[in-house]
């Protein structure tokens, strides 16, 4: 049976189309150096919510390229999208899979986020082995060019606070010496979130703020991004994701609410009203336990010393302790000196129904609050605490 001319002239058209696609200027291309091993891949990854940004093995692969021997790589398969699109690519040691993501170092960081608009080809040159650190673009667009700069800010901010940093974390003084430094390091990445224009930029930098998803720290952070960009992004779905993370309901009190009413157990088998106790000036809600190496530090070196100068012209304490043993409690808060402020604990342990109900997890933490129970500043410490404390009462 012989060909049809239809069949002939459809079976040309198919295979001139597929021509001019192979032939076509990639989309996406670049050249890498300081390979060191043949068969490199370099996977391009498509974050299908807010969740997935910068975080190891959830964003999708939508395509792979092999490195040319001489560097070089292209990728066509890009999202059938008109919007702008944030996508990563990843170049992959032997034997990851293509969405695993180095996160913790940026100096080794093994991928780099960039904004995809259909119609504007990237061309990208980077080192294999320092991907995000070394990453360049031709002609940069304005969202890629903040990219780079949220990125460099990053690297510095790392370098500054905690690149080559080794803290005794069993020492209470040097575990609380590494959380303001990594706060010092979120700071740079939060600041460039607030000032920025651009929303995937602003977001980048948000999930680079805590790869974990883990804002208690900071969660005014999160309300402030959500209120930025609601205004004009509010159809976004990662905006619409922020939003649903910042309710007040799945954070901790903020700075600017009123502290809950809450009826405490005191150690001494009373029970008080947190309205009831607050000092005419200030009062810490103190978060605590016995086990706790830099609670415990923080009660002798700066909680007893505050107290003995303050209370008597206004400043409060009402601690709260994650306790499930009684006796180790009063025990730590005779040794500490704490006894002479207002304890209390459910002596439910990490169950405690107080901390539940101010949505916190972490210890230490505090609360500072104003005469009237609004919280002014919190999870201040050593001597930010004694700063902000003497202030108040130098006024």
């Known amino acids: ?34 390979l060191d091993k043949e068969n490199t891949k370099i996977y391009l990854i498509q974050p299908e919510d807010l969740q997935h940004v910068a975080a190891s093995y959830l964003g999708k692969v939508i395509d792979s390229a092999i490195v040319n021997a001489d560097g070089s790589f292209e990728f066509h398969n890009l999202p059938n999208t008109k919007e702008s699109v944030l996508l990563e ?23 780099m986020p960039i904004v995809w608009q259909s119609g ?47 803290w005794n974390v069993e020492d209470g003084g040097e575990l609380m010496a590494k959380e303001h430094a990594s706060l010092r390091y979120k700071t740079a990445l939060i600041e460039f979130a607030d000032s920025t224009p651009y929303l995937l930029p602003a977001l980048v930098a948000l999930r680079w703020v805590s790869p974990e998803n883990d804002y208690e720290r ?82 002798r070196k700066v909680l007893v010393p505050l107290y003995n100068e303050y209370h008597e012209q206004g400043l409060q304490i009402v601690a709260y302790a994650l306790e499930s043993d009684e006796a180790a409690w009063k ?28 949505r916190v997890r972490t210890i230490p933490a505090n609360f500072i609050l104003d005469s009237n129970g609004v919280v002014i500043a919190k999870n201040l410490h050593g001597q930010d605490l004694i700063n902000l404390v003497r202030s108040s009462f130098e006024k």
């Open 1 to 34: 049976m012989s060909t049809t001319p239809l069949k002939i002239i459809t079976s040309l058209i198919l295979l001139v189309l597929s021509l001019t696609a192979c032939n076509s200027p990639a989309a996406i291309s670049g050249t890498l150096t300081g």
């Open 89 to 111: 690519l990843a170049v992959q040691p032997t034997g990851k899979v293509g969405n695993y993501l180095q996160i913790n170092d940026p100096i080794q960081a093994n991928y």
């Open 120 to 166: 504007e080809p990237i061309q990208i040159s980077a080192r294999f082995d320092e991907f995000q650190k070394s990453f360049t673009l031709e002609n940069p667009s304005d969202l890629n060019s903040a990219l780079l700069a949220v990125r460099d800010i990053k690297a510095e901010a790392y370098q500054t606070f905690l690149a080559n940093q080794h």
């Open 218 to 299: 900071v969660p005014e952070f999160l309300v402030n991004q959500c209120t930025k960009w609601k205004e004009n992004e509010a159809d976004h779905p990662w905006v619409k994701q922020l939003c649903e993370k910042s309710e007040p309901t799945n954070l901790p009190v903020l700075i600017g609410d009123k502290f809950p009413n809450t009826q405490l157990p005191l150690l001494s088998k009373d029970t008080v009203y947190i309205k009831d106790v607050l000092g005419k000036k200030l009062t810490i809600i103190d978060l605590w336990a016995s086990w706790c190496a830099p609670c415990r530090l923080e009660n």
């Open 331 to 358: 025990t730590a808060t005779k040794r500490d000196g704490a006894d002479r402020w207002l304890q209390s604990s459910d002596l439910q342990g990490d169950d405690a129904p107080f901390l539940k109900k101010i």
